[in-house]
């Protein structure tokens, strides 16, 4: 599923700190490796999650490999959270009334 294989790779910092350095633009992997101290090996697998997840697409020069970012599976991730925090806080708010009316009914008796 899309938006499992979104939130897992947002769930990893490192991932998320690859994705910042995207947001500014293209970079080859070992630019964007050098700032982790972690092997570039390391460094690839956590991009295949990305790619994965289709949050960053690769591509291939030569011997050079040079990777972008695509938003357009957080939109998809945002969506969702945003109709469950709609769900949750309509829940949220329901049960507050419930309990505020339960304790003036006791106070009252």
């Known amino acids: 599923m899309q938006l499992d294989d979104t939130l897992i790779a ?11 350095q995207l947001v500014k633009g293209p970079s080859r992997v ?17 991009i295949r999650i ?23 599976p957080l939109a998809q991730a945002e969506e969702w959270i945003a109709a469950h925090l709609l769900f949750w806080t309509s829940q949220l708010d329901d ?3 419930r309990l505020r009316s339960d304790d003036n009914t006791t106070r009252t008796t």
């Not at 490192?14 to 994705?19: D, F, M, V």
């Open 95 to 97: 049960l507050e009334a």
């Open 50 to 72: 990305l790619e994965r997840a289709r949050l960053v697409k690769r591509h291939v020069s030569g011997r050079e490999h040079v990777l972008s970012f695509d938003p357009a």
């Open 10 to 20: 947002i769930a990893d910092p490192t991932r998320r700190a690859i994705l910042q």
């Open 30 to 46: 070992t630019d964007l490796a050098r700032p982790f101290r972690i092997s570039l090996n390391s460094v690839s697998k956590h």
